[in-house]
């Protein structure tokens, strides 16, 4: 069965520090896995993907197929970066939708 | 560009009637994704549709969930029977083309409240 664990609901560091908030996943294959925001007040967007090994906003997030893991990391957290963070998965054979964890709401203090 | 829009925003109801939430996709997309977001959860895939036709309604919860997207563009989601457990927000999604690499861009949902 597919799924997404996030076990933080709420994660919350001071402005500077680093934050890693972390996603866990069980899939019979190799999925694709994604890193969605959602702002106060705005809709929930696409921050980044394993695929495109990007840095969005400072954040990556790196594959680890042995751990099942796509922690999401960030070496010094802003006060813009609070929001509602969602891991989602879906497979790379296409025609799939997206499996979403719970969500990890992510408060920087300043 | 304008995104994906969903109408109408809120939407509170009776239990037992009947209710329709539309979706506008994003002009060109083909794929289409119908979500539903509990309090405190991740967004619960529904149905989705390539172009007119429903590829995968799996996720429908029972028969008095049903959705249709006729001419491939604008979506409605319908519920029958309304209950209490309904209450969530529902959520659209569209992309270019149906696939797990394609980006699925958001609608801001719409909340319904089955009193």
């Known amino acids: 069965a597919q799924r997404v664990t996030q076990p933080e609901k709420l994660l919350s560091v001071f402005k500077g520090a680093p934050v890693e908030l972390k996603c866990n996943y069980s899939?019979?294959?190799?999925?694709?896995l994604f890193w969605y925001v959602q702002y106060s007040r705005q809709r929930l967007q696409l921050l980044l993907r394993h695929i495109s090994r990007e840095s969005i906003k400072g954040f990556t997030a790196d594959l680890n197929k042995g751990e099942t893991s796509f922690h999401l990391k960030k070496p010094f957290a802003q006060e813009e970066d609070s929001a509602m963070y969602y891991c989602a998965l879906s497979g790379n054979s296409g025609n799939t939708p997206l499996v979403f964890g719970k969500g990890t709401r992510l408060s920087v203090i300043a | 560009g304008a995104g994906v829009s969903q109408t109408p925003s809120n939407k509170v109801t009776e239990k037992g009637k009947y209710v329709e939430l539309r979706c506008d996709p994003i002009?060109?997309?083909?794929?289409l994704y119908w979500y539903r977001q509990s309090l405190g959860q991740g967004p619960e895939f529904l149905i989705y549709f390539q172009g007119t036709g429903a590829a995968d309604d799996s996720g429908l919860p029972n028969d008095r969930f049903f959705a249709v997207r006729p001419e491939g563009s604008v979506s409605t989601l319908k519920i029958q029977r309304t209950e209490r457990g309904d209450s969530a927000v529902y959520l659209c999604?569209?992309?270019?083309?149906?696939?797990?690499?394609?980006?699925?861009?958001f609608g801001p949902g719409t909340r319904l409240t089955v009193l």
């Open positions: 899939y019979s294959g190799s999925p694709e």
């Open positions: 999604a569209s992309s270019l083309i149906a696939g797990s690499t394609d980006t699925q861009y």
């Open positions: 002009s060109g997309h083909t794929a």
